[in-house]
């Protein structure tokens, strides 16, 4: 049996698992695929692990098969940014998987740096705060800094727990003078150049699936196919243009198999 899609991208946050628990049914889809020789790329916007934390993490969860060559993350995208500019320092709001990921690329952390990363971090202090503040409010309008951040969420969800991450931040720093803002995440510009550089992915043989519209528009983005997977994906649909929509939708996320 041939599969027409060789290269299967899935939108990973509260979709495929919410950090506490794995789609049992994606388990199996994912081995099969691997089976078959697929290309199986995860998707995630989510900085909080080192990349070996995170293979770690999903290994555990089920996904026995998992490689690095499996996962891409914003911090991925990050990196391959501030290395395509040039950039060795930044300051860093963020989890110690995300510095440990940028110290292995020989990008320092320094409190002295106009570029500013923000990512999760649940160790926030109202010290980082005040340090990413002083390096807006102190810099002049010609040298404005940068803020990078790596998603684009108000809250991360875990299980029942929920913890406000970026949104909040930003929101915060915008008080302290002006800065140039970049969103390096999904579904930006700046992830889909940093995932080409890793991936040969080929319009007529590459499909992402998801469960929310952002992603059908990076599809779009990317000139590959798209499967919106939703418990109320009908109503979604209704929301959407002609030109927006999805090659296919379902309710289910075992209805991929139906492609296989």
């Not at 110290?103 to 740096?113: A, P, R």
């Not at 930006?188 to 998801?210: E, G, Q, R």
């Amino acid at each position: 049996m041939v599969l027409k899609y060789t290269t299967w991208l899935f939108n990973l946050d509260g979709f495929i698992w919410n950090w506490r628990d794995l789609n049992d049914q994606f388990i199996n889809i994912f081995e099969h695929l691997k089976a078959e020789d697929k290309k199986v790329i995860l998707l995630s916007n989510n900085s909080a692990y080192s990349k070996s934390q995170f293979i770690k993490k999903l290994y555990e969860k089920g996904l026995e098969d998992i490689e690095d060559k499996n996962l891409f993350t914003s911090t991925d995208a990050l990196i391959h940014l501030l290395k395509s500019q040039n950039i060795n320092k930044i300051y860093l709001i963020g989890e110690y998987g995300l510095l440990k990921e940028l110290e292995k690329e020989g990008i320092e952390i320094s409190k002295n740096s106009k570029h500013i990363v923000i990512g999760i971090d649940r160790t926030l202090t109202y010290e980082k705060l005040r340090g990413a503040c002083l390096r807006i409010s102190l810099s002049k309008d010609e040298e404005k800094p940068t803020v990078y951040h790596l998603d684009n969420a108000i809250f991360w969800k875990i299980g029942e727990e929920i913890f406000p991450i970026t949104l909040p931040v930003l929101s915060y720093l915008k008080e302290c003078g002006k800065y140039n803002k970049v969103f390096v995440g999904k579904p930006s510009l700046f992830f889909k150049d940093a995932l080409l550089s890793n991936y040969a992915l080929y319009p007529s043989s590459s499909i992402l699936v998801t469960n929310n519209l952002s992603d059908i528009s990076f599809a779009q983005l990317l000139s590959i196919d798209a499967y919106l997977i939703h418990p109320h994906v009908h109503d979604m649909i209704k929301k959407l243009k002609p030109s927006e929509k999805p090659k296919y939708f379902s309710y289910d996320i075992k209805d991929i198999k139906n492609l296989i």
